[in-house]
């Protein structure tokens, strides 16, 4: 009864919360994201500008998201990204997998990953490759509840 | 898992147990449909709320300054946004939320945004089931914001006890307000935008043709002028949503929507269920590889071919 009827029909799509953090008022980058994930077949949820750590927490534990992507042009992301992170292990979502993007330096890339953001994507990444890592690395939907 | 088990995780302290269920319901998991089984005789005490309406008449504005009025009077609320799916790709931008972010830190509120995932008519296939959910989980308001639809899209009739109707102004002459479809199912009928030029003629015109009660019920729905950006208005809508959950306690009214609610689960249900064999191919099935072979041999036409097959549905489209 809750299945989709499309031929072919096998895995359900990837469920994915794109986030944009604090103070930063470009989201042409997220939205354009955004779309490219819709067109790859992802169900994307799309919280918006000024997003706080508990904000995207919440959002993605009431979403159940199998992926989080965070996209921060303000330079802010060495304040801001430990902070989500430790919200989103204080709610018990180890599994999900969290990725990041904008201008972020190779420099701090390192120290990101270190905190549990598993794949970072400078500027000049193609749309394309950000689609092709989050098709391979998502988790499967809900294994268990 | 039993019963109780499942209520005490939904109801408990375990934020995570009603999500991680709902995804399971939402993708047909045999888990999912196994705890909806065995909590589905828990279900019917919460008033579901539709709120539909054309995209952009402010539906997802609305619901937000609605669960400030109803948060205000300490009720739990449950919010489901659906948006449409892709026909081409299956990817969805679920964008609802966005209009609900500053109650992240409010518990007494759960929001759910749901992709259509090929189902026409305002909902998605899994709508009735994560209702279900949300009704067990003893969330007594649950607001279900359909698809952005036109004026066909009236299946939001049979999942709510009580439908809004969000309308914004300049869409339309009187004509418009007395042609069948969505407003006919309204419960509530609101002009949204209401500070927008229009307003005064667009509530003019529909409570003209409201003025005609329901012809089954006799009663007539109320049309109501809010700017859900500022909140205006809002309070009065939520009085009337509340008058008309009571009004169909007081009425048969509640048990005559339950029964068609669901007659229309089932039959939606088996729908899908359908679609989802004849999708599966002519291979999985010698009959219909032959009754094909035939029909394009113009040994057989088309509708003797359908019939053959429906003619095994019989005993569940024979007549009463």
Same mark, same amino acid.
């Given at each position: 009864?809750?299945?989709?009827?499309?031929?072919?029909?096998?895995?359900?799509?990837?469920?994915?919360?794109?986030?944009?953090?604090?103070?930063?008022?470009?989201?042409? @980058?997220?939205?354009?994201?955004?779309?490219?994930?819709?067109?790859?077949? !992802?169900?994307?949820?799309?919280?918006?500008? !000024?997003?706080?750590?508990?904000?995207?927490?919440?959002?993605?534990?009431?979403?159940?998201?199998?992926?989080?992507?965070?996209?921060?042009?303000?330079?802010?992301?060495?304040?801001? !990204?430990?902070?989500?992170?430790?919200?989103?292990?204080?709610? @018990?979502?180890?599994?999900?997998?969290?990725?990041?993007?904008?201008?972020?330096?190779?420099?701090?890339?390192?120290?990101?990953?270190?905190?549990?953001?598993?794949?970072? !994507?400078?500027? @000049?990444?193609?749309?394309?490759?950000?689609?092709?890592?989050?098709?391979?690395?998502?988790?499967?939907?809900?294994?268990?509840? | 898992?039993?019963?109780?088990?499942?209520?005490?995780?939904? +109801?408990?302290?375990? $934020?995570?147990?009603?999500?991680?269920?709902?995804?399971?319901?939402?993708?047909?998991?045999?888990?999912?449909?196994?705890?909806?089984?065995?909590?589905?005789?828990?279900?019917?005490?919460?008033?579901?709320? %539709?709120?539909?309406?054309?995209?952009?008449?402010g539906?997802?504005t609305l619901?937000?300054a609605?669960?400030?009025?109803? $948060?205000?009077?300490?009720?739990?609320?449950?919010?489901?946004?659906?948006?449409?799916?892709?026909?081409?790709?299956? %990817?969805?931008?679920?964008?609802? +939320?966005?209009?609900?972010?500053? +109650?992240?830190?409010?518990?007494?509120?759960?929001?759910?945004?749901?992709?259509?995932?090929?189902?026409?008519?305002?909902?998605?296939?899994?709508?009735?089931?994560?209702?279900? =959910?949300?009704?067990?989980?003893?969330?007594?308001?649950?607001?279900?914001?359909?698809?952005?639809?036109?004026?066909?899209?009236?299946?939001?009739?049979?999942?709510?006890?009580?439908?809004?109707?969000?309308?914004a102004p300049? =869409?339309?002459?009187?004509?418009?307000?007395?042609?069948?479809?969505? =407003?006919?199912?309204?419960?509530?009928?609101v002009v949204n935008k209401g500070d927008q030029?229009?307003a005064?003629?667009?509530?003019?015109?529909?409570?003209?043709?409201?003025?005609?009660?329901?012809?089954?019920?006799?009663?007539?729905?109320?049309?109501l002028r809010t700017v859900a950006a500022t909140g205006e208005g809002v309070?009065?809508l939520?009085?009337?949503?509340?008058?008309? %959950?009571?009004?169909?306690?007081?009425?048969?009214?509640?048990?005559?929507?339950?029964?068609?609610?669901?007659?229309?689960?089932?039959?939606?249900?088996?729908?899908?269920?359908?679609?989802?064999?004849?999708?599966?191919?002519?291979?999985?099935?010698?009959?219909?590889?032959?009754?094909?072979? $035939?029909?394009?041999?113009?040994?057989?036409?088309?509708?003797?071919?359908?019939?053959?097959?429906?003619?095994?549905?019989?005993?569940?489209?024979?007549?009463?």
């Amino acid at each position: 009864m809750n299945a989709p009827t499309s031929p072919g029909y096998n895995r359900p799509p990837i469920r994915i919360l794109i986030a944009k953090p604090g103070l930063d008022g470009h989201d042409r @980058g997220a939205k354009v994201l955004v779309r490219a994930l819709r067109d790859a077949g !992802f169900e994307v949820i799309y919280t918006g500008l !000024f997003q706080t750590p508990e904000m995207i927490a919440v959002a993605a534990l009431q979403e159940d998201v199998q992926v989080i992507g965070l996209s921060i042009l303000s330079g802010a992301h060495m304040a801001l !990204f430990p902070r989500i992170i430790d919200e989103i292990k204080a709610r @018990g979502l180890d599994d999900i997998l969290v990725v990041a993007g904008g201008t972020i330096p190779k420099a701090d890339i390192p120290a990101i990953e270190a905190l549990g953001v598993n794949q970072v !994507f400078g500027p @000049g990444t193609l749309l394309s490759t950000i689609v092709d890592y989050i098709r391979a690395n998502a988790p499967e939907p809900s294994r268990s509840w | 898992m039993t019963k109780d088990d499942i209520l005490e995780r939904l +109801r408990g302290a375990d $934020r995570r147990a009603l999500p991680r269920l709902a995804t399971l319901i939402e993708n047909g998991d045999p888990r999912g449909l196994a705890a909806l089984d065995l909590i589905y005789p828990s279900t019917g005490q919460a008033h579901v709320v %539709g709120i539909t309406g054309p995209p952009g008449s402010g539906k997802s504005t609305l619901v937000a300054a609605l669960l400030d009025e109803i $948060r205000a009077s300490d009720r739990r609320v449950a919010v489901l946004a659906i948006d449409p799916s892709s026909s081409l790709t299956r %990817g969805a931008v679920l964008g609802d +939320r966005i209009r609900m972010m500053d +109650r992240h830190l409010d518990d007494g509120v759960y929001v759910r945004s749901m992709a259509s995932r090929g189902r026409q008519g305002g909902l998605a296939w899994a709508s009735a089931g994560l209702v279900h =959910l949300l009704d067990a989980a003893e969330y007594p308001l649950i607001l279900v914001e359909t698809v952005g639809t036109g004026q066909d899209g009236t299946d939001i009739a049979s999942l709510a006890a009580t439908v809004v109707v969000v309308e914004a102004p300049g =869409l339309g002459d009187g004509v418009q307000a007395i042609k069948s479809g969505l =407003l006919e199912v309204g419960d509530v009928v609101v002009v949204n935008k209401g500070d927008q030029p229009g307003a005064d003629d667009a509530v003019r015109i529909l409570r003209a043709s409201f003025e005609l009660a329901h012809s089954r019920t006799g009663r007539r729905a109320p049309v109501l002028r809010t700017v859900a950006a500022t909140g205006e208005g809002v309070g009065d809508l939520m009085a009337e949503i509340d008058a008309h %959950g009571r009004w169909l306690n007081e009425t048969s009214e509640r048990h005559y929507r339950r029964e068609q609610a669901a007659r229309a689960e089932i039959l939606a249900g088996l729908r899908a269920a359908l679609n989802r064999r004849i999708d599966a191919g002519p291979e999985r099935s010698a009959q219909l590889a032959n009754l094909i072979s $035939r029909v394009s041999k113009r040994e057989l036409s088309p509708g003797r071919a359908i019939e053959a097959i429906s003619a095994g549905l019989e005993s569940i489209a024979a007549p009463k």
